[in-house]
């Protein structure tokens, strides 16, 4: 069954194909498109109506264009519309509209695609899931999603972000969920937002795009909780709250941070369980209790999900531990590599020190040479607004430092942390992650456990590619093997 035939794609657009053409998939990328999809020629840092003919080249179906491009054969299948974004949008609003999965929508400051993820893995095997890529949540990314998603889909997971004030109500009414996930609300885009307060209020209005007779999953841990679980009640949504406080409906207790995972006693209302997630963090493990509450008002077996979430490992680069083999001649040569290079916020920031804290370094040279050691490589945290600077210092008394060995810190803004630190735990402070990569064979020997945490546009990235270079990369589990 295809995905978009052209008579369906005209009717929900309102523009005009120029000779029957049928989809199995939508695309906005040539390098990721494959035979058969529908390839939007989206504007943004390039245009893409410059790839059209490369995309059909390529085998796409058609292309969904606002103008013919030039060089493209007479017969060349086409969707003409007025406008490619609000065309695609249209595409998504009739996808939504088509099927009958029961959906979920998630946001929040910090978490939201290791929670879309988590979501994912707890409703497997219960049913046709749908899920977004990746962050796509935003003005692009969310339309693409309901663009992509089967009619016969049974359960839907949406994730929605946001930059600026009012971004998140007009995504959450073309998702129209029937169940939205607040995860935290924390310090980000203080750019655009006057504290806390205006990012709560925001992140709130997912709450707008609810179905009727829908349920709000809110933190209940939060200062501003009260703000999320008012805009939740003025959606007529039925309120569950989940997080440690004996207040939530649903709430963890001795979490246990261990190798490769976390694990808690849990109370949904009155069931105790134990949940298991395969990654180490009491955030995750906080935030898992969530997905538990969301995959329930879903529909799906709570035994089955909690299943779900014990296979779960969060994606690249936002926590993912590795194993690099520095000599794989030598027994114990290895570095322990925590890659959280993809986001970052004071809260976030704090949560994957706590981890590295806890994480339990190695020996090198079989187990006969000095300990390893807890090492951080970081990168600036961007959108913090007027107080970055103070962020960033502040983050020299986080409780977890005191358990990390040294610190070394990459741009401009984490000067001011580098600065405050103590010397026995300061290292290195470059301006550019490129100068801190010829320094890395120096810095990190065998045993170590290394986090390289930053926000994308700090580019710490590139330092995970380098130290795993310095050997073999191999996933942490086949270690443990």
Known sequence: MALWTSQDADRATGGRSTRAWQAEGVSIDTRTLQPGDLFVALKSVRDGHDFVAAALAAGAAAALVDHRPDGLAGDAPLLIVPDVLEALVALGRAARARTSARIAAITGSVGKTSTKEMLRAALAGQGRVHAAEASYNNHWGVPLTLARMPPDTDFAVFEIGMNHPGEIAPLARQVRPHVVMITLIAEAHLAAFEGLEGIAAEKATICEG??????????????????LTAAARKAQARIVTFGQGAQNHHRLRDIRVGQGATTARGRAWRTPFMLKVGSEGRHFAVNAIGVLAVATALGADRARSLCGLAAWAPPAGRGTREVVVLDPARDGETVDLIDDAFNAN????????????????????????????????????????????????????????????????????????????????????????????PFLARMIRAGDVVLVKGSKGSRVSIVVDAIRKLGHRSPILEREA
């Open 210 to 227: 609810l179905e009727p007779g829908g349920v709000a999953v809110l933190n209940g841990d939060l200062s501003t909780t009260p703000i």
């Open 346 to 437: 004071p809260t976030s920031m704090s949560a994957a020190l706590d981890v590295l804290a806890h994480a339990s370094p190695g020996r090198g040279r079989g187990g006969v040479a000095v300990a390893g050691r807890r090492i951080a490589i970081l990168g600036d945290m961007l959108e913090l607004g007027p107080t970055e600077i103070d962020l960033h210092r502040g983050m020299a008394a986080d409780p977890a430092m005191p358990g990390i060995d040294a610190v070394h810190c990459v741009g401009p803004r984490m000067r001011a942390l580098w600065e405050a630190l103590p010397e026995n735990h300061r290292g290195r402070h470059v301006e550019r992650p490129e100068d801190i990569i």
